[in-house]
Every structure is written in C-alpha cells, then in structure tokens.
C-alpha cells in the first residue's frame, strides 16, 4: 500500500551482554559502548511470509501458519532451539491483503499468564483469543478466551418515515 508505513521494534537485550540492543523488522542492532555501530547489525533470519515474530527475553519466537520457533543470539550466530509443527485454528493466520494493512511482527503475542517466566502465545481470531501454552517441551492451545461480543442483528420494526396524509411540498409562488 502506498504510503503506509510499518515500523516495529523492540528493545531487548539479544546477545546477553546486560545492554539493550534494538530489534526491527528485519535486523538486530547490538548495543556496543552505548553505540548502534553498523558492523554491530545483524539480520534476523527470515522464515517466510505470513510469519510472526516476537521476543521473550534472549529467545526469539517465529510463528507460521504450520510452526513455532525459537532461535536465539549464540557465539555469533543465531541458533535454532526449539522447533514444533502446530495446527493453528482458523482464521488465525490472515490472507496476504491483510497484511498490506497490519504488519505481522507488530503484534505482541507472548504474554506470562501463570507466572511461571516462560510465555503463553495468545493469538487473536474471529472466535476470540487462543492461548497456547508449552507443555512437556511441546506448545499446546489450551483455552479460547471468548472476549469478543456476540454478532447479532437487532429487529427491525416497521416504521412510516413520511406519512402519505403528510406528503405535501410548498412550492414558492411566481
């Protein structure tokens, strides 16, 4: 789309070295003496279109119409160390036109619900909120939080806007 412009970032520290680095769309700029140098950026790996993307401390999360991975910053490299297959429910993956719109990796979908320091995915839909947690090394879609309100038509009753006895128009006189 023209015009539109789509910005996302995150600050968080990546490498593990106690300083923020940035993250955006597509590169990670490590923080180095207060600095942004450009030999310090380093492209996020890109695992196709229709991918969401969001950080939990050190781990950054990929979601798929079909998977869930975790990458992290190790020894230079990025380092895959988790991967699952997941079937999503409907609707949670928009078409590409939607994407024109809302871009992907500004939506933050890792939240800690139980307190426990590691994220649930919470994923909207046209049913509501999904809610996967990870479970014996796997992520699983606990609940649905219907949050939404129901889509009804209200009545319609029937209703004269201009009564027949009442259809007169004056016109001015010559």
């Not at 809610?131 to 014996?136: E, G, L, S």
Request: glycine share 6%.
């Amino acid at each position: 789309m023209l015009g539109c412009v789509h910005l996302s970032s995150w600050t968080t520290d990546v490498d593990g070295d106690g300083f923020a680095d940035i993250v955006l769309e597509h590169v990670v700029a490590f923080s180095r003496n207060g600095r942004y140098p450009q030999e310090a950026r380093q492209p996020i790996p890109d695992f196709g279109p229709f991918t969401w993307r969001g950080f939990w401390g050190q781990q950054l999360y990929h979601l798929s119409p079909n998977s869930i991975r975790i990458i992290e910053w190790r020894d230079g490299n990025w380092k895959e160390t988790f991967s699952q297959s997941i079937e999503w429910p409907q609707g949670i993956f928009p078409s590409y036109e939607w994407t024109e719109y809302m871009d992907p990796a500004q939506i933050r979908f890792l939240q800690d619900l139980d307190g426990n320091h590691e994220p649930e995915i919470i994923l909207p839909a046209e049913a509501g909120l999904y809610i996967a947690h990870r479970k014996d090394n796997a992520f699983i879609i606990s609940s649905l939080l219907d949050v939404y309100p129901p889509m009804t038509v209200a009545p319609l009753r029937e209703t004269v806007l201009w009564p027949q006895n009442k259809r007169k128009m004056q016109t001015p006189e010559r």
